[in-house]
C-alpha cells in the first residue's frame, strides 16, 4: 500500500531532509569541526576512506557518490577487515554537449590521473564512463584525489552539481538536434539545464574551485520568458528527490519530411517536453508530412509529468510513464516547468524516499489537481488541454553516418543540388556500455577518440544511449580521414 506524507511537516522529516537542512539549500560551507555537515573537513581527512552519514548526504549534491569495491569487498587489515572504498564523480552536461576538443582534453586527461582500475579487464587501465542521460562518470577515484578531480574538472567548464542530488538533474535533449532547422532540443537543454542550476558558492569554497572557471550565469528573464529571478529557487532542504527533464526532438529528413525523434524517451521522465508544429498533425502518411515554405515552425510544447522507471524492492512502488499534462506557448515554457518543479518541491514527500518522486503525487491526487495547482501559479498563462495522439517520435540511436540539414532545408529554399564541400556530417560511435577504455574487445576506444578529438577538432555530444556524437565533419574528412582512422584504432 502506498501511504505518501504530502506537505510534510518538519516533524515528520526524515533523516537525509534534516541533514540537507544544515546546509540551507547548499549555500553554505560548513567547516565546523564538529559539525556531522563539515563535508569541506571530512573531504581533506584521509586517516579514513569513507565519510560520515550526513556528510556522504551532502556529497551527492555535489555529484559525488561513496561506493566500495564489490569484487573485492574486503581488505584484511591487522586490526579489523574493511571495505575498499572509493569514490565517483558524475558531471552535468545538459543535452550532452557540445564538449569542445580543450573540455574533452581535460577530461580525459583527469580520467588518466586518477580512475586507473584492473577491475574491468584484470590489467590497470584508466576510463571514462557516459550515461544514459548524457553525462560523464569518474570512477574510482580515492578520497586523497577527490578535491583535486572536482576542482580540475571546473576547469573544463563543466560541473559535478546537478549530476546527483535531490534536485533537478541533468536535463537531456536529442545531441542530433544541435544542428536542426526546425527545433534545438540541445539548446533548450542548455537553458533549462543553466535555469534549475544549482547555488556554487559552498561549492566553489568546499572544494577550492578558482570562480573564474565557473560560468557566468545568463539571465533568464527575457521578455518571453517573463520570470522575475535568473534561477529556480531550492529550498533550504533542496528537492524530496532527484528530478529529471528531457526534450525530445523534431529533425527534417533528406525527403523534405518531418520526423519526431523520442531518443531521450521523455516519458520516463518527471518532465519531459515534446516541440508541437504549428498548424501541423502528423497522421501517419509519409507523402502529407511536409512543411510549407517559411513557416513559423515551433508553436507550442506539449508536457508530460510523473514518468519514473524507479522502484524500490521491499515497498509499494511502481514505475510509470509520464502523463500529458498539457500545451503551452513557446515564451511560457519555462515559467510552466518552474511552477511544475515547485509543486514537487512544496508537495512531495520528505518522509519516505521511496515514495518522494512527483509520480506518487499524481498517483494520489490525480492530473486535474496538478493541472490546477499550474493554474494556481501561472493564472496568466493559457495551459490547453493535450494531444493525446501527439506522435513525439521512436527511440532514434543515431549510429553510423548522419548528414546534416543543409542551412535552408525545412525552409522551402533548398537548393536542388548541395555541393559536396557544403555538405556536412555527424558519425555516431557505438560505446559499449558507455565506457571508454582502451583494453576493451572493441578497441583502444580511449585513444581513438583522443586522437579524433586532438587531429580533427570535432564537436563532441553524449548520446541518450551512452554513445558519442562527432559532429560537423566536411565531406572531405568524412571520405578520407575519420572512416581511415576509425578502423585502425578499432
Request: proline content about 4%; overall charge neutral; glycine content about 6%.
Amino acid at each position: 500500500m502506498v501511504n505518501v506524507n504530502l506537505k510534510t511537516l518538519p516533524e515528520d522529516f526524515s533523516s537525509v531532509e534534516r541533514a540537507k537542512l544544515s546546509t540551507n539549500g547548499l549555500t553554505i560551507a560548513i567547516k565546523d569541526r564538529n559539525s556531522q555537515s563539515n563535508l569541506y573537513t571530512q573531504l581533506r581527512d584521509t586517516d579514513f576512506e569513507e565519510l560520515g552519514e550526513v556528510a556522504e548526504t551532502l556529497a551527492k549534491s555535489y555529484g559525488i557518490y561513496l561506493e566500495f569495491n564489490r569484487a573485492q569487498p574486503r581488505i584484511n587489515d591487522a586490526k579489523k577487515n574493511k571495505k575498499d572504498w572509493m569514490y565517483m564523480i558524475r558531471i552535468a552536461i545538459p543535452g550532452g554537449g557540445p564538449i569542445s576538443k580543450k573540455q574533452w582534453d581535460i577530461l580525459d586527461d583527469l580520467s588518466t590521473e586518477y580512475t586507473s582500475s584492473d577491475s574491468y579487464t584484470g590489467r590497470s587501465y584508466p576510463s571514462l564512463r557516459l550515461t544514459t542521460r548524457q553525462n560523464v562518470q569518474f570512477h574510482w577515484i580515492k578520497k586523497k584525489d577527490l578535491v583535486n578531480a572536482v576542482s580540475g574538472i571546473a576547469k573544463s567548464g563543466f560541473y559535478s552539481i546537478n549530476g546527483c542530488g535531490d534536485n533537478v538533474r541533468n536535463v537531456m535533449g536529442c545531441p542530433l538536434s544541435h544542428y536542426s532547422n526546425i527545433f534545438n532540443a540541445n539548446e533548450w537543454a542548455q537553458k533549462v539545464g543553466k535555469y534549475f542550476q544549482l547555488p556554487t558558492s559552498a561549492y566553489i569554497e568546499i572544494f577550492e574551485i578558482d570562480p573564474d572557471y565557473i560560468r557566468k550565469e545568463d539571465e533568464c528573464n527575457d521578455a518571453n520568458t517573463q520570470i522575475t529571478e535568473n534561477k529556480f529557487q531550492y529550498a533550504p532542504n533542496l528537492l524530496n528527490r532527484k528530478f529529471k527533464i528531457a526534450f525530445s526532438a523534431i529533425h527534417f529528413d533528406e525527403g523534405k519530411k518531418v520526423v519526431p525523434d523520442n531518443c531521450v524517451e521523455l516519458r520516463t521522465n518527471d518532465i519531459g517536453v515534446a516541440p508541437v508544429i504549428r498548424n501541423y498533425a502528423w497522421n501517419g502518411d509519409q507523402d502529407n508530412n511536409k512543411i510549407s515554405a517559411n513557416s513559423d515552425l515551433i508553436d507550442k510544447f506539449q508536457i508530460y509529468i510523473g514518468g519514473s522507471q524507479g522502484e524500490r524492492m521491499g515497498f509499494s512502488t511502481f514505475s510509470t510513464l509520464g502523463s500529458p499534462l498539457g500545451k503551452v506557448a513557446k515564451e511560457d515554457l519555462l515559467r510552466v516547468l518552474d511552477a511544475i518543479v515547485s509543486i514537487q518541491q512544496e508537495w512531495g514527500d520528505r518522509q519516505n524516499r521511496h515514495w518522494a518522486r512527483m509520480k506518487y503525487i499524481l498517483q494520489k491526487m490525480g492530473i486535474e489537481w496538478f493541472r490546477n495547482k499550474v493554474h494556481d501559479i501561472c493564472d496568466d498563462i493559457d495551459l490547453e488541454k493535450p494531444d493525446p495522439n501527439l506522435d513525439y517520435g521512436s527511440r532514434n540511436l543515431h549510429h553510423g553516418w548522419i548528414r546534416l540539414p543543409h542551412k535552408e532545408e525545412g525552409r522551402g529554399n533548398l537548393p536542388n543540388r548541395i555541393d559536396s564541400d557544403h555538405m556536412r556530417f555527424c558519425y555516431g560511435a557505438f560505446i559499449e556500455n558507455g565506457r571508454i577504455i582502451d583494453d576493451s574487445q572493441n578497441g583502444k576506444l580511449k585513444k581513438m577518440v583522443r586522437y579524433l578529438v586532438d587531429n580533427y577538432n570535432p564537436e563532441i555530444f553524449i548520446t541518450p544511449n551512452q554513445d558519442l556524437l562527432f559532429g560537423n565533419i566536411s565531406e572531405s574528412e568524412k571520405k578520407y580521414r575519420y572512416d581511415q582512422t576509425v578502423w585502425i584504432w578499432i
